[in-house]
Nanobody, 124 residues
Framework: QVQLVESGGGLVQAGGSLRLSCVAS????????MGWFRQAPGKEREFAAG????????DYADSVKGRLTISRDNAKNTVYLQMNMLKPEDTAVYYC?????????????????WGQGTQVTVSS
């Protein structure tokens, strides 16, 4: 079993920044790809960013490219999501997830462990 705990969410004005963290415990997650998904009220959960097991490859949803950056520190079992130039439409609960694969997937069905989520609210 792997436990994922997110932190770093909060309320920020449009144009501001936040840095989310996700710490993994239990069986190591360092050999699997990790992802950040988000879910806004009344909408389906969507892929935001993903990173391969080594950190050598990343992928982003078109809506966040150039503004969000995913990274990982396997020595600390931690994945980060740096969020810059935030917009009101970025408001959502952000979830960290561990994939069942080494390489990035945008499909939430290929992620087997999930954190409890952290709320990000961007005011206009």
């Amino acid at each position: 079993q792997v436990q994922l705990v997110e932190s770093g969410g909060g309320l920020v004005q449009a144009g501001g920044s936040l840095r989310l963290s996700c710490v993994a415990s239990g069986r190591t997650a360092s050999t699997y790809a990790m992802g950040w998904f988000r879910q806004a009220p009344g909408k389906e959960r969507e892929f935001a960013a993903g990173i391969s097991w080594s950190g050598g490859s990343t992928d982003y949803a078109d809506s966040v490219k150039g503004r969000l950056t995913i990274s990982r520190d396997n020595a600390k079992n931690t994945v980060y999501l740096q969020m810059n130039m935030l917009k009101p439409e970025d408001t959502a609960v952000y979830y960290c997830a561990q994939s069942s694969r080494l390489l990035i997937s945008t499909k939430h069905t290929e992620y087997i462990y999930w954190g409890q989520g952290t709320q990000v609210t961007v005011s206009s």
